[in-house]
């Protein structure tokens, strides 16, 4: 190496990123489930946006083809879903569903309504625990 060489081809430039384009169904779903969320997802929404939860950026109703999560932070690779009562039926399309993200290299940690309505602030700690982390507060 000569003076001034960083040990980094000088001549490479990066390229800028593509944006993934999402199915455009996806993406209205998307929307439509944000103007639309129910009171444990208002609950939970509260405590992740904002980097509120040690800084971390969540995304709300962020789509994965072909699912739309409820909460994702992606830094992490982390799906926060919140289970209503409806999926008692449909357990074992959540098990499907949780599997296929995994193999793509998501964690997913769900939790039922009544646990975000009743305990909030320990769905709070739930998550970042599944991060390697302790809760310091906003």
Partial sequence: RGHGSTGIDDNFQSQPTMPIR???QLTQN????????TK???LVW???RNRRLNGHKF????????FIA???????????????DYHEHQEQQDMSRTAQLNREGWT???FCNADVLEKTEAVGVAILRAMGEEWRGH
Avoid: H, M, W, Y
């Fill in 22 to 24: 999402q199915p455009p």
């Fill in 30 to 37: 998307a929307r439509e489930l944000r103007t639309n969320q």
């Fill in 40 to 42: 444990a997802e208002s």
């Fill in 46 to 48: 509260t405590l992740l």
């Fill in 59 to 66: 995304r709300r109703q962020f789509p994965i083809p072909p």
């Fill in 70 to 84: 409820d909460f994702a932070c992606v830094e992490k690779r982390l799906i926060v879903e919140l289970d209503g």
């Fill in 108 to 110: 997913v940690l769900r």
